[in-house]
């Protein structure tokens, strides 16, 4: 089975590879050199350069939605960890209130970015009102 996966069934057609790699070395889909020749190559030749720009693109937005939602997570978690401490002491919440912690910061890197960031703005509002009141 495992070979079946690895197989092959067609070579890769070499002008479809050449539109991958021209987009990677950052030629423009104008710049299709088989456009004015032949109509049939120039179609492969984009068919392979397309597909390389979209995955590029939606590897940008990914890296930065994945890099935002770590920094949120990681500012939740320490910021639910500190709020641990100063309520249940250092004892029970440096010992223990890493695990609420990790599952609210979980939580959040699951929610939108902005969702995350509202709550996480309501929560410091919060934690000042509550702050004040005592």
């Known amino acids: 089975m495992l070979m079946n996966i690895l197989k092959r069934d067609k070579p890769v057609n070499p002008i479809l590879q050449e539109g991958r790699l021209a987009f990677l070395n950052g030629i423009a889909e104008s710049d299709n050199p088989y456009s004015d020749s032949n109509p049939e190559n120039a179609e492969l ?12 693109g939606n590897v940008n937005n990914e890296s930065l939605f994945g890099l935002f939602s770590g920094l949120l997570g990681i500012l939740t978690f320490f910021s639910c960890w500190i709020y641990a401490v100063a309520t249940y002491g250092w004892f029970l919440g440096l010992s223990l209130g890493w695990i609420p912690s990790i599952i609210i910061a979980g939580i959040v890197m699951l929610l939108s970015p902005l969702i ?9 509002v919060l934690l000042i009102f509550l702050w004040r009141r005592t």
């Open 45 to 56: 030749w984009r068919t392979g350069w397309r597909p390389a720009h979209d995955y590029q």
């Open 116 to 124: 995350a960031f509202l709550l996480i703005i309501s929560g410091i």
